[in-house]
Structures are given as structure tokens and as C-alpha cells.
């Protein structure tokens, strides 16, 4: 069985120069790669199949696994998104195997939410007011009033 998983790091927005000619460079992963995420012209996050959570400082000269260490049970993760903003601070994992959040907003640096794919017939929204250090559900109806 594969679990579907979302991360999400932050921190501030970054202007980012895109490169004129890009290259074939080895991550020394077998990874198959769902999500990229550029900082600037050095950070790069990268996410994918296995757990997989590459980062480079240096451009996508070199890659480090970052991910999370895995429990037998978690190996399948496929984590099929990222979006960051920083160097090192994770602020969202989805710890719910049934959902999938594909859209995540930062309004400041403190205040964020996630949307899941409907769980159980349900979309399901979750709001952090410190930065991603937690989050909590929304109630669908105080959705209008955010």
C-alpha cells in the first residue's frame, strides 16, 4: 500500500534568477521525484517516492537526504508535493493517511492554511497562527469568515 504524504517548509519568499542553460546533475537517489520546490539561485528541496526529501544549498550541485527517518510501515510514503520557502524549517507534514493537501498559503509568516482533497465526502482545510509550529482543523462553517 502506498500512503500519499504533503510537506510544506517556510520561511520568507525569495526573488529567484532562473538559470539560462540547465544540466543533467546526479541526486544519488532512486527516488522518482513529484515535487520541487527553488528557493534562490542555491536552495533547492526536491520530493518523491520512498519518504524522499533531497535539499541543496549549492545550486543542485549536490544533494542531502533531509527527509524524515521512516518506520517499516511509512517506507511506501510517497511524498508528491513540496513547497518551500527556506533553508531548513519543515512547518507542515500530513500526518493523515487518508488525506492529500494540494494547496498550501502563507498570508504572513505566521499566519497559513492547507486545503486536503475531500476526506470521507469532505474537504478538509487546517490553519496555523505560528508559523506552522501547529495546526488545527477549520470548521467548514467558519470557512466565510477567513
Known sequence: MVRLQSIMLSASLTRVNVAASPKLVSTGSEARFRGLASVSDEIAWLSGTNGTVLRSINGGLSWQSVGPALSDE?????????????????????????????????????????????????FRLVETLDGGNTWTTVDPVAWHRL
Not at 517506507?75 to 493517511?97: C, V
Not at 505566521?110 to 465526502?121: K, Q
Open 74 to 122: 511509512d517506507a511506501g510514503l510517497e511524498f508528491r508535493d513540496i513547497e518551500a520557502w527556506s533553508q531548513e524549517k519543515a512547518s507542515f507534514t500530513n500526518q493523515e493517511a487518508a488525506a492529500f493537501y494540494d494547496w498550501k498559503a502563507f498570508e504572513s509568516p505566521d499566519r497559513g492554511m492547507a486545503m486536503s482533497d475531500p476526506v470521507d465526502g469532505k
